[in-house]
């Protein structure tokens, strides 16, 4: 991979400026800048910075190159790639995954292969997620006795509908274990 100098463009043009700066530390001096494929993408495309290959139902934590300072009031959350799940079945293990604007450490990537037969060979410059940087705020958390009332209340885990077999456990509960055992 030839390496990449920082004249090099970030991204291709765009109709949006960017509207924050982050200041990005390349700790593999080949590895690309994070980099929106497209007009409009709201994620910049990152890279793998080694080769690795994964079983079925392997999982790795992939090195990415990279360093960034995310601004006070922002963060960066590490997405998946669609094409990488529809074709070959790869996911983030905590997706997103959040990158504080305090963290000053590489950028890594927890990628699991979920195909049931065939391996995930991934390159060295492979893009394997996303950056999306946004805004964020910082919450107060005052204790109460009881919540406002709303419409949902606490129906969750499904119960607005909007997937046929959610209606078949409708009689027989969730589905779904509830707590931590």
Avoid: W
Avoid at 40 to 47: E, F, N
Avoid at 128 to 137: H, K, S
């Amino acid at each position: 991979m030839p390496a990449v100098s920082s004249s090099d463009p970030i991204q291709p043009p765009s109709t949006a400026a960017p509207s924050v700066e982050v200041l990005v530390q390349r700790l593999d001096t080949e590895v690309p800048l994070p980099a929106y494929a497209l007009p409009g993408d709201a994620g910049a495309d990152i890279v793998t910075a080694i080769d690795v290959e994964l079983a079925p139902g392997e999982r790795t934590v992939l090195p990415t190159g990279l360093a960034i300072a995310v601004p006070d009031g922002y963060a960066a959350f590490v997405h998946p790639r669609s094409g990488l799940a529809a074709r070959c079945g790869m996911a983030l293990v905590n997706a997103p995954g959040t990158v504080d604007s305090g963290y000053r450490g590489e950028l890594k990537v927890i990628v699991i292969n979920h195909d049931r037969e065939q391996p995930l060979r991934l390159a060295r410059g492979d893009r394997v997620a996303q950056l999306i940087v946004q805004r964020v705020e910082r919450a107060l958390f005052r204790p109460v006795d009881a919540l406002p009332v709303s419409a949902r209340g606490a129906g969750g885990h499904g119960s607005t509908g909007g997937h046929a077999s959610l209606g078949r456990r409708a009689a027989g509960g969730t589905g779904v274990r509830e707590g931590g055992g």
